[in-house]
Nanobody, 121 residues
Framework: VQLQASGGGLVQAGGSLRLSCAAS????????MGWFRQAPGKEREFVAS????????YYADSVKGRFTISRDNRKNTVYLQMNSLKPEDTSVYYC???????????????WGQGTQVTVSS
């Protein structure tokens, strides 16, 4: 599975962005998908994940109520809608695919290249 993340950019605090992650291959619907982020000098952290059919999601406490993960298996794409953005959300965001639905990054087998999100105060 090859993953291509897009949709990052510069936004003011309180604004919104929607990230997309397009996957290649016909097995996309068999994978759980996750979003992670990593800021300079910080460890990678889990943001959100969704199971194969969208029926189950997990969120980090820091983004609950502000971010929404969704997927469209017909389009081989997973999304991250980010609302009420804060400066502390500034990071490189990565999408990833895993055979099991988990927030643990070490279980993800495939990773996209990352897209930069910058939130100005």
């Amino acid at each position: 599975v090859q993953l291509q993340a897009s949709g990052g950019g510069l936004v003011q605090a309180g604004g919104s962005l929607r990230l997309s992650c397009a996957a290649s291959g016909r097995t996309f619907s068999s994978y759980a998908m996750g979003w992670f982020r990593q800021a300079p000098g910080k460890e990678r952290e889990f943001v959100a994940s969704i199971n194969w059919n969208g029926g189950s999601t997990y969120y980090a406490d820091s983004v609950k109520g502000r971010f929404t993960i969704s997927r469209d298996n017909r389009k081989n794409t997973v999304y991250l809608q980010m609302n009420s953005l804060k400066p502390e959300d500034t990071s490189v965001y990565y999408c990833a695919a895993a055979k099991i639905h988990t927030p643990a990054g070490e279980n993800y087998d495939y990773w996209g290249q990352g897209t930069q999100v910058t939130v100005s105060s």
